[in-house]
């Protein structure tokens, strides 16, 4: 059975200002790759869905863009965090490891 | 709420085009294929291996989209897009439509700017909020007050961090400008900057400190006066030091200030020393609030001041006085009490006609509406919901009303001009134009719109998909337009009688006043020779009393003449008091002094109706004597006989100085229309040592006045010669122009409800036309089909006329009070109003009438 699952809902806005935060700026193939790697393999990610995700983060004001140019010199736009993205990421973040951290104490009971 | 987010990223990023998104996805799989390669696929199978990764483009690309979406915008943007094709389609519609709409809004605008000018705007100074005016109250009434009371003042109170005297009284001056007094502190209390040079301040008070001028910024303009130039004020000569800001106009709005000079140049410029002299009340003083003081409390503390000190300004025996503390951000003046009521009433006037105006352009596009029903039904058949296509054509009339309020503003500001010039008053009034009328003008369009727009978009789409698809349908899609249109027409001709009778009202007060019993002859002719206040044009004007008088009754054609001082339309008035033995003079006297030559009764056509007119026996020497007017005569000596009493000129009856009552005049009209009577006192102008300041004569042909008075002295100023008539009329401005105003909306309306009629029933002929034809073809007379159309036409009229009818009673009550000379048989004016409607309704329903009556019926039944 393939054990890669779907990209949670409302999880890759998360992934990805992570990625840049960590990464700094990258383009959007780069950022794929990254989640790609991160995910080893279990993250069935459809690597054309993070453009929506990146207009909608940008829209929000938590990145910003630019072209230039990609390593095979094709133009490319070059997405980096912004200060109002990194304190939207600590938000997140710390709110997702809290829902872990509930589900897990939750699920481990239930066992 | 992500739109507005989505808003602003659209209109400052210009969102992103799908190219840009198609550009990184290219270069994405690019990148993919390379990865593939480098892990040794194929160029083919690396292709193919990135396109299965990066799949879904189509996806992808409709979600990016829906990101920078917004619903409506966009659809609003269709609408608009839509709604202007609509309107270039049909020419003749929008020209007419955007033509009603410029007028009746540009109408309501002007009426607003002027109203929001007169009645809202604060100064334009500094934080108007803090200005008070600081006025001493006799019992109830506002007194002037004298330099020496308001220098006491200024020196010993705490709770008003500035406060300025200044005068309404016009300088006299060479150049015919403006100038007025005003004590040092004017300009640092109000907070105005020179906008070249600087203002006055309290060192340029001091007595001695050289004379200095402050301009305003219009006067600037005009008469190309520089700083430094110098201004001939009689006994000084003002240097300019500095221009007040553009839209600065002073403390009493409307009426415009040319140039400011320091109250200690008063003796010079002015007769009487009224800087010391406690006998003159006739400043006003404003002031400026400490923080944290407010105007009660400044009253509290100004009043003991203001009782100590009273007897430095014109009091009376016996008065209470008081002082009172009133806001002042909008200045001083009674402009706006004066006008307060003729721009409401004009407001609502206009508010009616543009009311009418709307419901007429409802019924035009109830018209398109009908027309247009078969796309209507197209469109809700392919699934438009109603909710889309009512906003659709509300759009199309909101766009119609932007267009409209567009040719409105330059119309609106043309008009709030003419107006106040056609006024006559006001000049220097700022209309200027601020957020009130922009959210008016908004408020407006939107009313508007909703009128107009609603009804019909609403009827529109109210048929349903089947109905508006099927031909024969006409009818109950028909009635219902029917009902609209009826009742709009129903609404137009009530408000049309409504604003008839407004227009009937004001022209009978006009009558009322133009033909009310002046007590003297309208014909005799008036000249009035103006006197300015100084010593020198006084003593010159006192030597010409017997000159004039004899050279003027000396010209051929004059049948008699005479002479006097402060008649009736006279440019100036001069009050005095009067008291007898048993009655000293009371708050609520007026009494006019007039100095007279002999004949002045018999020239004037005043009838002497007790006693004797003032005759060459009353000179210098003689007793000294007065003839009374009715109204005193009857005040001071209740009803019994007056002539051989005697009569102080003093507020207190002292017999060293006492006139004796010679004879008794009849009242006349003094100087405008709605004069109170009050008492008159004439006295013989021998006996009075009065400068003269007009000429009274009734002649034949034209006697060479002018010519005449030049001969005596050629330097001397003449006003207009005119009959007491036409002076009178010249005072009627605000009378004749709303009566003209009311009667041009009156007729605006009369035109509108001919118009509503004439299209309500022009559409019900040519629905019923094919149940015509069959009437006719089953023998129905012409008659018969006369009577059913008229028949209508009458329901609707008589519909109207209830609802009218008490609208125009209501109109007539609210108005009374400004109406002059109204009687209750005035009453009967809107009934006239309504008769005039009904012969308009008929004479607009004859054509439709006589339409459907020679309608062929074969022609009729083939229609369908």
Redesign the interface.
């Known amino acids: 059975m393939d054990n890669r699952s779907e990209v949670p809902y409302g999880t890759l806005d998360l992934m990805v200002l992570r990625t840049l935060e960590s990464l700094g700026t990258l383009?959007?193939?780069g950022i794929?790759?990254r989640i790609e790697q991160v995910a080893q393999g279990a993250l069935e990610l459809?690597?054309?869905?993070i453009?929506?995700a990146l207009?909608?983060l940008e829209?929000?004001g938590w990145i910003t863009s630019e072209w230039g140019a990609?390593?095979?010199n094709?133009?490319?736009?070059f997405y980096s965090i912004t200060r109002a993205g990194r304190k939207q990421l600590a938000a997140e973040a710390e709110n997702w490891s809290r829902t872990v951290a509930m589900m897990a104490r939750m699920l481990e009971g239930e066992s | 709420m992500t739109w507005p987010r989505v808003l602003l990223w659209r209109l400052f990023r210009r969102g992103r085009a799908p190219a840009e998104l198609e550009e990184e996805m290219a270069a994405h799989r690019a990148l993919l294929a390379v990865e593939y390669r480098r892990r040794g696929m194929a160029p083919e199978a690396a292709e193919a291996e990135s396109r299965r990764q990066f799949a879904g483009t189509t996806q992808i690309r409709e979600q990016y989209r829906a990101t920078q979406r917004l619903p409506l915008l966009d659809s609003l943007a269709q609408d608009v897009a839509y709604a202007l094709r609509q309107l270039r389609a049909s020419p003749g519609f929008t020209a007419a439509a955007v033509l009603t709409l410029a007028l009746g809004i540009g109408a309501n605008l002007a009426i607003y700017r002027v109203l929001d000018a007169v009645l809202f705007r604060d100064l334009p100074v500094r934080d108007p909020a803090g200005l008070v005016q600081v006025q001493l109250l006799e019992s109830h009434d506002p007194q002037r007050v004298s330099y020496p009371l308001f220098r006491e003042l200024a020196a010993r109170q705490h709770v008003l961090e500035g406060m300025f005297a200044v005068s309404d009284v016009a300088l006299p001056t060479p150049e015919g400008a403006r100038g007025y007094l005003a004590s040092g502190a004017y300009f640092r209390t109000l907070g105005v900057q020179a906008r070249l040079g600087r203002v006055f301040t309290e060192e340029d008070d001091r007595p001695g400190a050289p004379p200095v001028a402050v301009l305003s910024d219009a006067f600037w303009r005009r008469s190309g006066l520089a700083l430094g130039q110098t201004l001939q004020l009689h006994g000084a000569r003002a240097a300019i030091i500095g221009v007040a800001p553009p839209g600065f106009y002073g403390e009493t709005p409307g009426a415009a200030r040319d140039f400011w000079v320091p109250m200690s140049l008063q003796p010079l410029v002015t007769p009487g020393d009224r800087i010391n002299g406690a006998a003159y009340s006739w400043l006003s003083i404003i002031g400026r609030l400490r923080p944290g003081i407010t105007a009660r409390q400044a009253e509290a503390a100004l009043d003991p001041l203001f009782r100590e000190f009273a007897h430095l300004t014109v009091t009376r025996f016996g008065r209470s006085y008081r002082a009172r503390v009133a806001p002042a951000n909008r200045g001083i003046g009674d402009l706006d009490r004066r006008f307060e009521r003729p721009l409401w009433l004009l407001m609502g006037m206009v508010g009616l006609v543009l009311a009418m105006l709307c419901s007429n352009l409802a019924n035009l596009l109830l018209g398109r509406a009908a027309v247009r029903s078969h796309e209507i039904g197209v469109r809700l058949a392919l699934g438009a919901g109603r909710g889309r296509i009512v906003r659709q054509l509300l759009t199309e009339s909101l766009v119609l009303a932007a267009v409209g309020v567009g040719a409105a503003l330059p119309l609106g500001s043309r008009g709030a001009s003419a107006l106040v010039s056609l006024a006559g008053t006001g000049a220097g009034l700022p209309l200027e134009t601020g957020w009130h009328e922009a959210v008016f003008t908004i408020a407006v369009a939107l009313i508007c719109t909703c009128i107009f727009g609603l009804a019909p978009a609403l009827a529109a789409t109210r048929a349903g998909v089947l109905s508006a698809l099927q031909p024969q349908s006409r009818t109950t899609a028909g009635a219902r337009r029917r009902y609209f249109g009826n009742s709009l027409v129903v609404a137009q001709v009530s408000v049309s009688l409504v604003l008839i009778s407004g227009a009937a009202l004001f022209a009978r007060s006009l009558w009322n006043l133009r033909n009310q019993d002046f007590g003297l002859d309208r014909e005799v002719v008036l000249v009035d020779i103006p006197l300015e206040l100084t010593p020198q044009a006084i003593a010159r004007q006192r030597a010409l009393v017997w000159p004039l008088y004899e050279r003027v009754n000396a010209l051929p054609g004059v049948r008699s003449a005479a002479v006097s001082a402060f008649g009736p339309m006279s440019s100036l008035v001069r009050t005095t008091g009067v008291s007898t033995p048993d009655r000293p003079a009371q708050r609520t006297d007026l009494t006019r002094l007039v100095c007279v030559s002999p004949q002045y009764f018999e020239t004037m056509g005043i009838p002497i109706v007790e006693g004797r007119g003032i005759t060459d026996s009353d000179r210098a020497g003689a007793p000294p004597a007065v003839v009374l007017n009715q109204s005193a005569a009857r005040a001071l000596f209740g009803g019994a006989p007056a002539a051989g009493r005697f009569v102080s000129q003093s507020d207190h009856y002292d017999s060293k100085t006492a006139l004796q009552v010679i004879g008794v005049a009849r009242d006349v009209r003094f100087s405008s229309a709605r004069d109170p009577f009050g008492f008159v006192l004439y006295v013989p102008i021998a006996q009075s040592a009065a400068p003269v300041t007009g000429l009274v004569l009734r002649a034949t042909g034209n006697p060479g006045i002018l010519a005449a008075i030049k001969g005596i002295d050629p330097n001397l100023k003449v006003g207009p010669v005119r009959t007491y008539g036409e002076a009178f009329d010249a005072g009627l401005g605000n009378d004749k122009l709303l009566a003209a105003i009311a009667g041009a909306f009156g007729l605006i309306a009369l035109a509108l409800s001919y118009a509503g009629v004439y299209g309500v029933l022009s559409y019900a002929v040519e629905r019923r036309t094919h149940e015509i034809g069959i009437r006719i073809a089953l023998g129905s007379g012409r008659k018969g089909i006369y009577r059913m159309v008229l028949r209508e036409a009458a329901l609707l009229l008589a519909a109207s006329l209830v609802l009218g009818g008490a609208g125009a009673v209501a109109g007539t009550r609210a108005l009374r009070g400004t109406l002059f000379g109204f009687a209750a048989a005035d009453y009967l004016l809107p009934l006239l109003a309504a008769a005039l409607l009904g012969l308009a309704a008929f004479a607009a329903s004859y054509l439709p009438a006589r339409r459907a009556a020679h309608l062929d019926p074969v022609d009729a039944l083939r229609q369908d």
């Open positions: 383009h959007g193939y794929a790759r459809n690597q054309g869905t453009y929506p207009l909608r829209q929000k990609s390593d095979n094709r133009r490319a736009r």
